[in-house]
């Protein structure tokens, strides 16, 4: 079959608008289109493939799961997914793991694992849930409805209740709101969709502070900051500050369908047997994929690579703002990086993913006012700074008025 962009409106749900090219192909951080054109890939498939497209050790890993075992159910446990969770725990303050197939989903557990935990130690009144106004947490009704964003939830009926929503890194929004009916906060260490926010030091262990007042559990959201992406396993480690609930998926898979709840054994208990489940959670094709790229991704020397290559990339994006002056701040951390666009290009981020796509770079957006950077953590430098030419001339283009 003959496939061609113009056929996705014909079969397809039209909620999404994919660029005008069909890509077929990628190694590294390459991938090339129908037409055979290369393009550098700074998206990295929002932030999912951490080791770039196609990486021999994941290849080899599915391979080699492949002729073994695909799928059991939870019926029966498998080895790959015992080893992940060993691995996970090993590396991270969590004692249990829950899996799932994706970032919405491992929130999904947290959240209901978080309402079962306060009904079991604290009675029927401690059910509030608060998440920050521009937080992105998936697209499942209680995790869209916890997300800050009323353009995703609204238009779908009845809410899930008790959720509230504070401002991110004002911790006066968030104490107004608080009490001992809160049974706990969730957050993004690091906020992706939203803008590429970080958190003040002041705001996070303020956060902290706060939950543990109110005995409230506090959720973090890694499911875009996590496994390697800002230099540090996960973010929380470079924050000082320890969840009681940490989700992670995305990079965790590398590509490959998989997410999972981390938390300490004692709060695990609430999660009964039947009390929540998944048909392909802990699948073993993708829990030997995971733990190849966990067993890589998990090494001080990879992890400073991260941190030296995101000075990379802001030298180079400061010197093309230094030119065309179309910035006004590069900010994030390691592989996810944002540029946020000043007032004269209010607005404007998709133009300049458009004029990336026609300079041949693969980026994002993170909102109308962000350029979004989510690479491969181990992107080559030659390509990094290949990348950042034909982000030039894209920049340029945009200035020029030719997009
Ligand atoms: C992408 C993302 C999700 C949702 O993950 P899916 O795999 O799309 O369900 C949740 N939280 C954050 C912070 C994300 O970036």
């Known amino acids: 079959m003959n496939v061609t962009r113009e056929m996705f409106a014909d079969v397809m749900v039209p909620n999404y608008n994919p660029a005008a090219m069909v890509p077929v192909r990628g190694e590294g951080s390459k991938v090339w289109d129908q037409e055979g054109n290369e393009y550098i890939d700074f998206a990295g498939g929002i932030a999912v493939n951490a080791l770039g497209h196609c990486h021999p050790e994941m290849v080899a890993a599915l391979k080699d799961q492949s002729e073994k075992l695909w799928h059991l159910s939870n019926v029966f446990t498998n080895e790959p997914a015992i080893r992940l969770a060993k691995k996970l725990t090993d590396a991270t303050f969590a004692e249990r793991v829950y899996f799932a197939n994706s970032g919405a989903e491992?929130?999904?557990?947290?959240?209901?694992?978080?309402?079962?935990?306060?009904?079991?130690?604290?009675?029927?009144?401690?059910?509030?849930?608060?998440?920050?106004?521009?937080?992105?947490?998936?697209?499942?009704?209680?995790?869209?409805?916890?997300?800050?964003?009323?353009a995703y939830s609204d238009g779908f009926g009845p809410k899930p209740g008790a959720i509230d929503h504070a401002v991110y890194n004002d911790l006066?929004?968030?104490?107004?709101?608080?009490?001992?009916?809160?049974?706990a906060v969730m957050m993004e260490p690091l906020q992706g969709e939203g803008g590429i926010i970080?958190?003040?030091?002041?705001?996070?262990?303020?956060?902290?502070?706060?939950?543990?007042?109110?005995?409230?559990?506090?959720?973090?959201?890694?499911?875009?900051?996590?496994?390697?992406?800002?230099?540090?396993?996960?973010?929380?480690?470079?924050?000082?500050?320890?969840?009681?609930?940490?989700?992670?998926?995305?990079?965790?898979?590398?590509?490959?369908?998989?997410?999972?709840?981390?938390?300490?054994?004692a709060i695990a208990e609430s999660l009964k047997p039947g009390t929540h489940g998944s048909t392909y959670g802990g699948n073993p094709l993708a829990c030997a994929v995971a733990e190849r790229v966990f067993d890589i991704v998990n090494n001080r020397e990879l992890l400073d690579e991260v941190k030296r290559k995101e000075q990379l990339f802001r030298d180079g994006l400061n010197a093309i703002n230094e030119k065309y002056n179309v910035f006004s701040e590069i900010r994030g951390k390691g592989m996810l990086l944002g540029c946020a666009l000043n007032e004269d290009y209010a607005g404007r981020s998709?133009?300049?993913?458009?004029?990336?796509?026609?300079?041949?770079?693969?980026?994002?957006?993170?909102?109308?006012?962000?350029?979004?950077f989510?690479?491969?953590?181990?992107?080559?430098d030659a390509d990094i700074k290949e990348g950042l030419a034909r982000f030039e001339k894209a920049v340029a283009a945009v200035v020029n008025g030719q997009e």
């Not at 970080?198 to 973090?220: D, K, M, Y």
């Not at 989510?374 to 080559?380: D, E, G, K, R, Y």
């Open 172 to 183: 006066d929004s968030l104490k107004a709101i608080m009490s001992d009916k809160t049974c």
């Open 374 to 380: 989510a690479p491969s953590l181990v992107i080559p």
């Open 106 to 150: 491992a929130n999904e557990a947290a959240l209901k694992l978080a309402r079962r935990w306060a009904l079991d130690h604290h009675g029927e009144d401690k059910n509030q849930i608060i998440s920050f106004k521009q937080g992105f947490h998936g697209r499942t009704f209680f995790t869209v409805t916890v997300g800050g964003q009323a």
């Open 198 to 265: 970080s958190p003040t030091p002041e705001f996070v262990e303020g956060v902290r502070a706060l939950c543990n007042q109110h005995n409230a559990l506090l959720i973090f959201d890694e499911v875009q900051s996590g496994v390697g992406r800002t230099g540090e396993l996960y973010a929380y480690m470079g924050l000082g500050v320890t969840p009681d609930i940490l989700t992670t998926a995305k990079a965790l898979g590398g590509g490959f369908p998989i997410g999972a709840m981390l938390t300490t054994a």
């Open 350 to 372: 998709r133009d300049f993913l458009v004029a990336s796509t026609a300079a041949n770079l693969m980026c994002l957006v993170a909102g109308a006012n962000v350029v979004r």
